[in-house]
Every structure is written in structure tokens, then in C-alpha cells.
């Protein structure tokens, strides 16, 4: 008679050393087919300390002048009027826009065609940044990126004055 054998099986065994060299070739892989991102970061050139002998700013023509008031509800004021406009009592328009295609990026570009025009040149733009209390630190970045694109070669982040301050005020911003 035929002997039938009843053994236990034991558990199934699986060779895991293909599978550890797939792991191992797609990790190679994908690190060599892909590149971490780098940080950015933005370069700003800073003034040299101050000479205390030399206390005048440079005298800038107005006409080359946009200042630029960063609000809040990402909003972006600007504005060219000179501190002896304001004195003599001159209306002041202040404009607005924002952030979108159609908004700061076009009236940055209309005033560098308006500079172009009457000074031959773009690059004799000066921008004059400024914020307001509200302001965010994501709309200094963005118009900082602003500049980069419309390619103002001459931009300042400055602190507000007196003509900033009674514009703030007319326009609601602050309360004396």
C-alpha cells in the first residue's frame, strides 16, 4: 500500500533580499533623479553707518519719485508729491492697487515710461517704500519681487515722514 505522509508544514519562507535591493535601487534613484530645494533668499544692499558729519539726504528731482505706502488688506498706495507741494497747500492724489497682474506692477511700469520719457532713461526711477502699521511682512516681499520684475534699479525700504504721516491720516490709517 502507498504511505501517505502527514507532517507538519511549517510557515512559509520568503526570501526578503530582492526586495531589499529594489528599496535600496529606488532610493538611489529618485535622490540622484531629483534635487532638493534650495533655499531663497532675497539680497538686500544696506547703507553704510551714518557719517555724522553728513546729516543732508541727497536731493532726488521729485519728478523721478514714486513713493509707495504698503497697506493693509494687501492694498498698495502710491503716490509723487514733494514736501513743499504740501506746504503750499497743492491737492495730492494718492492712488491705489494691489497685488494682482493688473495692479502695482502696471502703475510701477507707467511711471518708469513717464520717467523714460521725459529723462531718456528708466533707471533714474527711485522708489520710496514705505509701510504703515498694518502693514505685512509678506507685502514687503512682494514688493520687493515687484521691483525685481519691472527692473527698478533704484528702491528704498524707509521709515515714514511727516508728508506719509498726513496721508495716513486723511486716508484713515492712523488717528492723531
Known amino acids: 500500500m502507498a504511505e501517505i505522509v502527514t507532517g507538519k508544514k511549517g510557515a512559509p519562507h520568503t526570501d526578503m533580499t530582492p526586495m531589499v535591493d529594489l528599496g535600496f535601487l529606488l532610493i538611489t534613484f529618485f535622490m540622484l533623479a531629483t534635487t532638493f530645494s534650495k533655499p531663497k533668499t532675497m539680497e538686500i544692499i544696506k547703507p553704510a553707518k551714518d557719517d555724522p558729519k553728513n546729516k543732508d539726504a541727497p536731493k532726488v528731482n521729485k519728478n523721478r519719485v514714486l513713493s509707495i505706502l504698503l ?3 494687501n492694498k ?3 503716490y509723487q508729491v514733494a514736501a513743499e507741494d504740501i506746504a503750499a497747500g497743492k491737492p495730492m492724489q494718492v492712488d491705489s492697487a494691489d497685488f494682482s497682474v493688473g495692479g502695482v506692477r502696471e502703475s510701477i511700469k507707467a511711471r518708469q515710461t513717464e520717467v523714460q520719457q521725459a529723462y531718456g532713461t528708466k533707471d533714474t526711477l527711485v522708489v520710496l517704500i514705505k509701510g504703515v502699521p498694518k502693514a505685512t511682512y509678506k507685502n514687503f516681499v512682494d514688493i520687493i ?3 525685481r520684475i519691472t527692473d527698478v534699479k533704484q528702491y528704498a525700504i524707509i521709515d515714514r515722514d511727516k508728508i506719509d504721516t498726513v496721508i495716513m491720516e486723511q486716508m ?5
Not at 484713515?172 to 492723531?176: A, E, K, L, P, S
Request: proline share 0%; net charge negative.
Open 145 to 147: 519681487d515687484e521691483m
Open 71 to 73: 497697506g493693509e488688506n
Open 172 to 176: 484713515g490709517f492712523i488717528r492723531r
Open 76 to 78: 498698495v498706495y502710491f
